[in-house]
């Protein structure tokens, strides 16, 4: 049986096939496409199965693995998401029935893993995680995914909304700390990180910026590495991509409290999700 890995963000699905085999991980026929989730239940399913059958193309018999945001009911499939208006239309509806409806194949050949633990996954199995027992997964972007791995069981951690200095994690970690440190020390309108490596901008302000956040990685990923003896910790997400600049700070601090673990960035990138949704297969 041939299997199929789908990523499904927001705004965005890719899917293409996945072939597992002794910890390395090959992909094939890889679709994308940008779907518009504020719509009818009919029109988001129906957008989501073309990009999936186009990956799919003549296979026949196959398994498909889902990488989803949260909050679901990943067993059944069921979507829990009410309240981003993204995908509002499908809150409390089995997407799993539904897909499996519109693919013409049974409910029992598709599975839902929530995203963060995909990534994790996929980066245990073929990529930057592959050395760790232990691990926890980050991925840096609008928002904080996370996910924690002991021995061969992968969880979503749910961190982004852990109590950090005088809010929660998410406040400090992701774009949205960018923009609005830029704005109150500086006076600086940033869509991102992707502004502080532009050509002209003031390499001091996007140095502070850097150190800080990295300091702010360091100290919100500490008491989860001493408790839950973690070997290493793999990035993800588009900030990831910017690590050389802020991981020094990281990296120093974790050192200084006594905890210098491995950091490693993401081997596979937008694969590792892929790859990851495709597990549960490999489980059974």
């Not at 679901?72 to 897909?99: H, P, R, T, W």
């Not at 923009?179 to 109150?184: E, G, I």
């Not at 210098?260 to 937008?270: A, D, F, H, K, T």
Request: hydrophobic share 40%; aromatic share 10%.
């Amino acid at each position: 049986m041939k299997l199929i890995g789908v990523d499904i963000g927001g705004s965005h699905i890719s899917a293409a096939q996945v072939v597992l085999d002794n910890h390395h991980a090959e992909i094939a026929n890889f679709h994308e496409a940008d779907v518009d989730t504020y719509g009818s239940v009919e029109r988001i399913i129906s957008d989501w199965s073309e990009v999936i059958q186009r990956a799919k193309g003549d296979l026949i018999d196959v398994k498909i693995g889902i990488a989803m945001p949260g909050p679901y009911d990943y067993e059944n499939g069921v979507s829990l998401i009410k309240d981003q208006g993204k995908m509002a239309a499908l809150y409390q509806l089995s997407v799993k029935d539904l897909l499996a409806e519109s693919l013409a194949i049974p409910a029992s050949q598709i599975a839902l893993t929530n995203d963060a633990e995909a990534f994790l996954s996929g980066e245990s199995y073929a990529g930057a995680g592959k050395e760790f027992q232990n691990s926890i997964g980050i991925t840096l972007g609008t928002g904080l995914g996370s996910a924690i791995k002991v021995h061969d069981v992968v969880k979503d951690a749910k961190l982004w909304t852990a109590p950090f200095r005088d809010g929660i994690a998410e406040d400090y970690i992701g774009t949205g700390w960018f923009k609005n440190y830029a704005q109150q020390k500086y006076n600086l309108q940033i869509s991102g990180v992707k502004d502080l490596l532009a050509e002209g901008f003031d390499p001091k302000v996007s140095s502070e910026l850097f150190t800080v956040f990295g300091r702010a990685l360091g100290e919100f990923l500490f008491p989860y590495l001493i408790r839950l003896h973690t070997e290493g910790v793999i990035l993800g997400g588009k900030i990831s991509l910017a690590g050389d600049y802020y991981l020094p700070a990281t990296k120093s601090y974790l050192e200084t409290m006594g905890c210098p673990v491995s950091i490693n960035v993401s081997e596979l990138g937008e694969e590792s999700a892929l790859i990851g949704a495709c597990m549960p297969f490999l489980d059974s």
